[in-house]
């Protein structure tokens, strides 16, 4: 029997982000990882890129910021999470008045959710995106407010986690995988860790 950790094969995955959601969800999947350090990245995309790609541009955009050489061992692992509506990335909001708008104008609608993911070892490099559909049923502005208020949307894509209380009380339904609108979409990392040239040594 092959145990989740077994997919590493003695490998060492370190995970650079400063997100805890995923850690939490690396963690959940019984993959052992290493944090790696902070580090600075310039998270912009080119102009006019299709807003579905922009996820897994800046994923490789981190990966290529790491600082540290990686070594026969290491398999690096970065993400980014963005929330499409119309075709327009919603990025994480300035100020609770950006975040209020940002709810605003999710509320009742379907909007996307892409995370695009990069693991990248000295011999390889994989990348790949996976897509959620997220409704929300129409929010109150009481509702609106109360999130605002009460957690903390400024450090999130488009201004919401699904896994707090507005996604509880707000999230009619999804398509897709719930871990991916949670930031990284665990089932498929699982599988790629089995692949040439990711988890082989």
């Known amino acids: 029997m092959t145990l989740p950790g077994d997919k590493l094969r003695g490998r060492r995955l370190i995970l650079a982000s400063a997100s805890p959601r995923r850690r939490q969800i690396l963690a959940g999947a019984e993959l052992p990882f290493t944090l790696a350090a902070p580090y600075d990245v310039d998270e912009v995309w080119p102009e006019g890129m299709p807003a579905a790609e922009v996820a897994e541009y800046l994923a490789g955009v981190k990966s290529d910021a790491y600082p540290s050489p990686l070594g026969p061992e290491d398999i690096l692992l970065t993400a980014d999470t963005t929330v499409i509506l119309d075709g327009t990335v919603l990025g994480k909001p300035r100020d609770g008045d ?36 997220v409704h929300f049923r129409r929010l109150t502005a009481g509702e609106i407010d109360h999130y605002v208020a009460s957690a903390r949307p400024m450090d999130k894509a488009g201004a919401y986690a699904i896994q707090e209380w507005i996604g509880h009380v707000g999230i009619e339904r999804i398509d897709g995988s719930f871990y991916n609108v949670m930031g990284l979409p665990i089932q498929m990392i699982y599988d790629h860790l089995d692949r040439s040239g990711i988890g082989e040594r």
């Open 98 to 133: 950006d975040a209020r708008e940002m709810l605003a104008a999710l509320s009742g609608r379907t909007h996307t959710v892409t995370t695009g993911v990069v693991l990248r070892t000295p011999e390889s490099r994989r990348s790949f995106t996976a897509t959620t559909a």
